[in-house]
């Protein structure tokens, strides 16, 4: 019995005559073409199915791996997260204690304790008068001392002088 392999449709005449071939080559006792195409077609099927198969592997190992980065990162700012909390108490710890020093019993406390202070018995007022004297006494009564010029008068007489013209007026025609 011989068996029939499903090919892609051609015209009549083409497969009548390979039929025609395929017998005479069985007649002759020859190898027929038959086996030679369902070789190289299986050939081809398992290397595309080689070809999906590797890239579904590929495309697999890809997201494995986006899938771990994600879940490491995430780890990372829980982590992150946790020491900023820490950091954060920490801080306000030193905030506290910074308080606690500038109190001012607890910084007489310290100069009465450690620097031997005593509250002053004594208050003593001094009164200053609220207008100075018209009269301002000189810069300097040292006569060994230079004189001193107020120096940006003299560099204003160093610039170059111009002439302010006035417009003259013209009478009108």
Not at 53 to 74: D, E, F, Y
Not at 128 to 144: E, G, L, V
């Amino acid at each position: 019995m011989a068996m029939q392999v499903k090919e892609p449709r051609r015209g009549r005449a083409t497969a009548l005559v390979e039929g025609l071939v395929k017998t005479s080559d069985r007649a002759r006792g020859k190898k027929s073409n038959l086996t030679k195409t369902s070789k190289t077609g299986q050939v081809r099927f398992f290397s595309r199915f080689l070809l999906v198969t590797l890239l579904i592997c590929l495309g697999s190992i890809v997201w494995l791996s986006q899938t771990s980065t994600l879940v490491s990162l995430g780890y990372d700012i829980a982590r992150m997260e946790k020491q900023k909390a820490e950091l954060d108490i920490a801080a306000q710890r030193l905030q506290s204690q910074i308080a606690d020093y500038e109190s001012l019993s607890r910084i007489e406390d310290e100069a009465k304790s450690k620097l031997g202070m005593v509250p002053a018995s004594k208050t003593i007022y001094v009164k200053i008068p609220a207008s100075q004297p018209d009269s301002t006494p000189p810069a300097s009564t040292n006569p060994n001392l230079a004189p001193t010029t107020e120096w940006w008068k003299d560099l204003v007489e160093m610039l170059p002088q111009q002439a302010t013209a006035t417009p003259t007026a013209t009478p009108g025609k």
